[in-house]
Antibody, heavy 124, light 112 residues
């Protein structure tokens, strides 16, 4: 079964750091670009970051650039998101998502597989 | 402010046809990049509904269809059913400095 399982979400204070993980199974992980997408409470979906199959291409939304770092370990079939200098506006459900066919991020591709999400709450 | 603009809400009676628009610009839809659509029910994972402007993944009913023209795209739902009540999002690629993948703000479909 094709599956993505996120973990690492929690309640943290503003300015703190958090690392999210996403474990992939059921498909050849290093064939595809991977992404993080978030949804703040009561808001819409927001693309956060993407990484190509070999980590050679990485991109971020303007809202997180300079604070978040995406990475992957193909040997462990895992995707990560290191979040530093967290702000209240980063509070959201964070999903990891797989491209339907692309291995690079410079590709107008759809997300065909989504994890269940992990909740990050930034509050004092 | 989303890069792709969708109406906040649409509604229709069971059996009717509704359309949801997604308006972009010359750096995304107008540049020829594909548009994709997702259905998101509360408490569930977003589901890919249409990819590559008009293609349906396996298992998606043919009541759902997508189209694209110029700087806009549309999702059409025919034979509206109560279970279609959900949030719908369009998504594409943007070549500007705003980041590569972009979503519309979402449209809440209410089945009357």
């Amino acid at each position: 079964e094709v599956q993505l399982v996120e973990s690492g979400g929690s309640l943290v204070q503003p300015g703190m750091s958090l690392r999210l993980s996403c474990a992939a199974s059921g498909f050849t992980f290093d064939d595809y670009a991977m992404h993080w997408v978030r949804q703040a409470p009561g808001k819409g979906l927001e693309w956060v970051s993407g990484i190509s199959w070999n980590s050679g291409s990485i991109d971020y939304a303007v809202s997180v650039k300079g604070r978040f770092t995406i990475s992957r370990d193909n040997a462990k079939n895992s995707l990560y998101l290191q979040m530093n200098s967290l702000r209240a506006e980063d509070t959201a459900l964070y999903y990891c998502a797989k491209d339907i066919r692309c291995s690079t991020i410079s590709c107008s591709d759809a997300f065909d597989i989504w994890g269940q999400g992990t909740m990050v709450t930034v509050s004092s | 402010q989303s890069v792709l603009t969708q109406p906040p809400s649409v509604s229709g009676a069971p059996g009717q046809r509704v359309t949801i628009s997604c308006t972009g610009s010359s750096s995304n839809i107008g540049a020829g990049y594909d548009v994709h659509w997702y259905q998101h029910l509360p408490g569930t994972v977003p589901k890919l509904l249409i990819y590559g402007n008009s293609n349906r993944p396996s298992g998606v009913p043919d009541r759902f269809s997508g189209s694209k023209s110029g700087t806009s795209a549309s999702l059409a739902i025919t034979g509206l059913q109560a279970e279609d009540e959900a949030d719908y999002y369009c998504q594409s690629y943007d070549s500007s400095l705003s980041g590569s993948r972009v979503f519309g703000g979402g449209t809440k479909l209410t089945v009357l």
